[in-house]
Antibody
Framework: QVQLQESGPGLVKPSETLSLTCAVSGYSISSGYYWGWIRQPPGKGLEWIGSIYHSGSTYYNPSLKSRVTISVDTSKNQFSLKLSSVTAADTAVYYC???????????????????WGQGTLVTVSS | SSELTQDPAVSVALGQTVRITCQGDSLRSYYASWYQQKPGQAPVLVIYGKNNRPSGIPDRFSGSSSGNTASLTITGAQAEDEADYYCNSRDSSGNHRVVFGGGTKLTVL
């Protein structure tokens, strides 16, 4: 059973860097899949931040790309998020999730997040 | 702004059928996936691909797609189905970007 758990400070000051870690159990990151970060501001919808493959290849949301770094530590079976120069607009619940994707028999690609962490609220405030 | 468009709110009478839609150009090339989110909880995947349900998801949930529109149908809605529903897919720009719809609040009357 795949389980993910986010951890990190719940309060970050404006202009500083938000750092979160997602510990994975029940599956070895080295075995494959992309691993992603998604956030949800209070009362709003979901926003994909970015994803990383076990090899270290990364893809980021263009709207956040200049401030985001996602890394993976296969020895600890975890991956991490850093978001720099945060403002109040970065206040959100941050989720980590395993990103599954494949082509089906009709040739269409499907991508989905089946396994999610419980989420952690990060507040940006002085 | 979201490149997948969903109606902000939909309501359904208990036991009736409801369809929640998701529109976007990316859906001409990629399947949508659907998530249910209840207050204070992480999203739960309910449908992925053409019409696949993860283990444990009731068969009253089904998915379909036509052109640039994907649909999530709940046949015989239950009180516990009241939640926010989000669609997502790969973006069609070719850069592995993932997009989510803005979400639909489902009320079961």
């Amino acid at each position: 059973q795949v389980q993910l758990q986010e951890s990190g400070p719940g309060l970050v000051k404006p202009s500083e860097t938000l750092s979160l870690t997602c510990a994975v159990s029940g599956y070895s990151i080295s075995s494959g899949y992309y691993w992603g970060w998604i956030r949800q501001p209070p009362g709003k919808g979901l926003e994909w931040i970015g994803s990383i493959y076990h090899s270290g290849s990364t893809y980021y949301n263009p709207s956040l790309k200049s401030r985001v770094t996602i890394s993976v530590d296969t020895s600890k079976n975890q991956f991490s998020l850093k978001l720099s120069s945060v403002t109040a607009a970065d206040t959100a619940v941050y989720y980590c999730a395993r990103q599954d994707g494949h082509y089906d028999s009709s040739g269409y690609y499907v991508e989905y997040f089946q396994h999610w962490g419980q989420g952690t609220l990060v507040t940006v405030s002085s | 702004s979201s490149e997948l468009t969903q109606d902000p709110a939909v309501s359904v009478a208990l036991g009736q059928t409801v369809r929640i839609t998701c529109q976007g150009d990316s859906l001409r090339s990629y399947y949508a996936s659907w998530y249910q989110q209840k207050p204070g909880q992480a999203p739960v995947l309910v449908i992925y691909g053409k019409n696949n349900r993860p283990s444990g998801i009731p068969d009253r949930f089904s998915g379909s797609s036509s052109g640039n529109t994907a649909s999530l149908t709940i046949t015989g809605a239950q009180a516990e189905d009241e939640a926010d529903y989000y669609c997502n897919s790969r973006d069609s720009s070719g850069n592995h970007r993932v997009v989510f719809g803005g979400g639909t609040k489902l009320t079961v009357l």
